[in-house]
């Protein structure tokens, strides 16, 4: 079964900083996608980063980056610089065949301060 | 990105009462939607899965006949709440698939309807 791994309910960092949310994920499937959701107060989910089970290189979106490590199984979000504004939920989420619904973690609150 | 919408935003409906909450792909055709329900502070659980011109894929524990899904047209799923209980009560939010161009496979997500039910 597939499943997707958050372990830091919550997380805490000062303007500027850098911080590392972390996933992983567990499947038997050599073909998937592991995605990074942002869902401020107001509900909506964001779309920010997306990696696939065969790209060679780390995504990278602007001040997201996506560290995966493939033997691992983990696909942790790098948030450099943080602003006041990335206050919010994050999600991890995996696709594991092109056309299924995603699976998701249960989730991190970030939370930066001034 | 690509842009989903959904409507209504919000709504506040007796109990016994049916509501449908629409989901458009604003740019894109998408063959497949899908419906999730979020509790507060809960991650995403899926419900069903609307595909376009064929029958919807419920998740397990989800009833069919309560969560109508209709998806027909490459634009446009709906799902309607059928006689409404307090406990349907949450926040729905929709997502469709994008099939061609860089960001194939994506899903995006429409803003989410918060329900009330009275």
Known sequence: AQKITQTQPGMFVQEKEAVTLDCTYDTSDPSYGLFWYKQPSSGEMIFLIYQGSYDQQNATEGRYSLNFQKARKSANLVISASQLGDSAMYFCAMSNQAGTALIFGKGTTLSVSS | ?118
């Open chain 2, 1 to 118: 990105g690509a842009v989903v919408s959904q409507h209504p935003s919000r709504v506040i409906c007796k109990s016994g009462t049916s509501v449908k909450i629409e989901c458009r792909s604003l740019d894109f055709q998408a063959t497949t939607m899908f419906w999730y329900r979020q509790f507060p502070k809960k991650s995403l659980m899926l419900m069903a899965t609307s595909n376009e011109g064929s029958k919807a894929t419920y998740e397990q524990g989800v009833e069919k006949d309560k969560f109508l899904i209709n998806h027909a047209s490459l634009t446009l799923s709906t799902l309607t709440v059928t006689s409404a209980h307090p406990e349907d009560s949450s926040f729905y939010i929709c997502s469709a698939r994008v099939t061609s161009g860089s960001d194939t496979d994506t899903q995006y997500f429409g803003p989410g309807t918060r329900l009330t039910v009275l």
